[in-house]
């Protein structure tokens, strides 16, 4: 089972996340969000670990910023990725 990434909020915030956790399978979706594909549940769980420890090195993070304890939500200034499954025969 595959793994997308949404991207959504401010504008500052969604390039910010973009950044940490852009694997290449970019694609723009509206009002400045974005979505990421990753082959697996694992794969996507791992970036949105290293994203937030990236984060957490490069800034003070205020303490709405965090990373829930299963890695499906990190939440940046006025952004969120969201980590969702999807089947292979899905877009």
């Given amino acids: 089972m595959k793994a997308k990434?949404?991207?959504?909020?401010?504008i500052g915030g969604n390039y910010k996340l973009l950044s940490k956790l852009n694997n290449g399978?970019?694609?723009e979706g509206m009002f400045n969000?974005?979505?990421l594909t990753f082959d697996s549940v694992g794969?996507?769980?791992?970036?949105?670990?290293?994203?937030?420890?990236y984060l957490k090195q490069e800034e003070?993070?205020?303490?709405?910023?965090r990373l829930?304890?299963?890695?499906?939500?990190l939440t940046y200034d006025s952004s969120k990725a969201v980590l969702?499954?999807?089947h292979n025969n899905e877009n």
């Fill in 5 to 10: 990434i949404h991207i959504t909020g401010q």
């Fill in 25 to 27: 399978t970019k694609k």
């Fill in 33 to 35: 969000s974005f979505f």
């Fill in 43 to 53: 794969e996507g769980k791992k970036a949105m670990r290293e994203a937030y420890k």
């Fill in 60 to 65: 003070e993070l205020n303490w709405h910023d």
């Fill in 68 to 73: 829930t304890k299963d890695c499906s939500v």
């Fill in 84 to 86: 969702t499954t999807y």
